[in-house]
């Protein structure tokens, strides 16, 4: 951007100057409104994610088959709700912020198959797509077994098509171990930032990995390129898909019943408040749709970003969306938080969430390692950082002094950590203390 332009953006959105500084940042988002009137932006329904919900059910009988590890759930990829008032001690302690409410962990980090939050969405396009395809074919009707797609016959029939996918590494994770269970060839592209064991566990699950110097941009453009060559391939697209944003959203529905079972109440005295981990936007954007859906407007949702990649606040704010980068402003997109490695959002979910959302804050890497750190001491759960740049909201929210909390529950998402191996996590909890 030249700087005549930037310094006219600036005069318009002040808010501009302390994201270019790297400050840590709290927006709350002057738009928001109820679900009623934001809903028909969303372009999409609650007969959409019903739809998403039936079609997880009929594949959770092959879940249950492929992965025994959801065979406890009968095949639905769930993820526990735990207090953590040790943990909101801690915060109080450390931050002199004493959040009233109760504070709680939605553990998207340890997911089945691929221990993040990218089970939900990732996992859920590419069963949408098997079953597009299977059905079409003939192998499958909508009232079979599912459990029948791991006969040699369906995938003989997969392993003629292919899947591609750009990534940091948590969405290639998934994508790529239940592509590869279903026989499907399949390539992930991924970005500089992505870890290295990320992409040892991929190949050895016989996942191609093409490697970049590059961002996610770029990563996600050379697989968008290398799949639009080859009829067979389909390509998944993370910054425009409906399907993943709806994977995501089931979740909704699904927490109002964990809720319920725990006795936990949300209603206009007792307000609840989730605050989500933002990268490109469609695993927050698609929780939160679900979340709106579920508790309507008794739910406040909340997106966390790195300082080094606030690309939503930044589309949001200055309603440019996806034109507009966070390099557009000199900012690097460099963060230990690679899920959160993204310097320009989805154009389709800040369009469609912008009138859902109460905010958008970011956090350091310093916060987000502190606070793994703090975690692991006070709860012994480890997350990987990306997973803790909720756990500065009920912070923030407090510190505002904008709501009535003292019936509130606060519900961190923590998306991803679970399968990071010991000595990796060593790495993260030396720096966390360091
Ligand atoms: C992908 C990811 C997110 C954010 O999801 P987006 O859909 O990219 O916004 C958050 N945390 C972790 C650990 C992730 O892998």
């Known amino acids: 951007m030249k700087n005549s332009t930037l310094a006219q953006r600036i005069a318009q959105f002040p808010l501009l100057e302390k994201l270019i500084a790297l400050e840590e940042t709290t927006w709350f988002n002057p738009r928001a409104t109820t679900l009623a009137e934001g809903l028909p932006f969303v372009g999409l329904t609650r007969d959409d994610v019903a739809a998403a919900h039936a079609r997880l059910r009929r594949f959770a009988p092959f879940l249950?088959?492929?992965?025994?590890?959801?065979?406890?759930?009968?095949?639905?990829?769930?993820?526990?709700?735990?207090?953590?008032?040790?943990?909101?001690?801690?915060?109080?302690?450390?931050?002199?912020?004493?959040?009233?409410?109760?504070?709680?962990?939605?553990?998207?980090?340890?997911?089945?198959?691929?221990?993040?939050?990218?089970?939900?969405?990732?996992?859920?396009?590419?069963?949408?797509?098997?079953?597009?395809?299977?059905?079409?074919?003939?192998?499958?009707?909508?009232?079979?077994?599912?459990?029948?797609?791991?006969?040699?016959?369906?995938?003989?029939?997969?392993?003629?098509h292919s899947i591609a996918v750009g990534s940091t590494g948590n969405l290639g994770l998934s994508i790529g171990i239940i592509s590869a269970r279903l026989g499907f060839k399949v390539t992930v592209h991924m970005s500089a930032d992505a870890?290295?064991?990320?992409?040892?566990?991929?190949?050895?699950?016989?996942?191609?990995?093409?490697?970049?110097?590059?961002?996610?941009?770029?990563?996600?453009?050379?697989?968008?390129?290398?799949?639009?060559?080859?009829?067979?391939?389909?390509?998944?697209?993370?910054?425009?898909?409906?399907?993943?944003?709806?994977?995501?959203?089931v979740a909704g529905e699904r927490l109002k019943a964990q809720f319920a079972a725990q006795g936990r109440i949300v209603d206009a005295a007792h307000p609840l408040f989730v605050y989500l981990p933002c990268g490109v936007g469609g695993g927050p954007g698609g929780v939160a749709f679900g979340l709106k859906l579920a508790f309507g407007d008794h739910v406040h949702c909340f997106f966390a970003e790195p300082t080094h990649s606030p690309c939503m606040l930044l589309g949001i704010y200055t309603g440019l969306h996806d034109n507009i980068a966070v390099q557009d402003l000199g900012i690097d997109n460099v963060t230990a938080a690679d899920g959160l490695a993204v310097g320009r959002a989805s154009g389709f979910v800040g369009r469609a969430m912008e009138r859902l959302l109460d905010g958008c804050y970011t956090l350091s890497d310093e916060s987000m390692y502190a606070m793994l750190g703090w975690l692991a001491q006070?709860?012994?759960?480890?997350?990987?950082?990306?997973?803790?740049?909720?756990?500065?909201?009920?912070?923030?929210?407090?510190?505002?002094?904008?709501?009535?909390?003292?019936?509130?529950?606060?519900?961190?998402?923590?998306?991803?950590?679970?399968?990071?191996?010991?000595?990796?996590?060593?790495?993260?909890?030396?720096?966390?203390?360091?």
């Not at 939605?106 to 939900?120: E, F, T, V, Y």
């Not at 110097?213 to 425009?240: H, K, L, M, S, T």
């Not at 929210?397 to 019936?407: E, H, P, W």
């Open 195 to 249: 870890r290295e064991w990320k992409k040892a566990r991929l190949r050895s699950h016989g996942v191609k990995v093409v490697e970049y110097e590059q961002d996610y941009g770029v990563a996600v453009e050379q697989g968008r390129r290398a799949a639009a060559d080859d009829p067979n391939c389909f390509f998944i697209d993370d910054e425009n898909s409906r399907t993943l944003f709806l994977g995501y959203a």
């Open 378 to 434: 006070e709860e012994a759960i480890c997350l990987e950082p990306s997973a803790l740049a909720g756990m500065a909201g009920p912070l923030r929210i407090a510190a505002s002094g904008r709501y009535d909390l003292r019936n509130a529950t606060h519900l961190v998402w923590a998306t991803g950590g679970g399968m990071v191996p010991d000595d990796e996590m060593a790495h993260y909890l030396a720096k966390a203390v360091g």
């Open 64 to 160: 249950a088959k492929a992965f025994p590890e959801t065979a406890a759930s009968h095949g639905i990829i769930e993820s526990e709700v735990v207090a953590i008032p040790a943990m909101q001690q801690r915060l109080a302690k450390e931050t002199g912020i004493a959040v009233d409410g109760t504070l709680l962990l939605k553990k998207d980090s340890h997911l089945p198959i691929s221990g993040s939050i990218k089970a939900r969405g990732g996992i859920y396009e590419v069963l949408a797509h098997a079953e597009k395809l299977a059905l079409a074919a003939g192998l499958l009707t909508l009232t079979d077994d599912y459990s029948r797609l791991l006969e040699p016959e369906c995938q003989r029939f997969f392993s003629q």
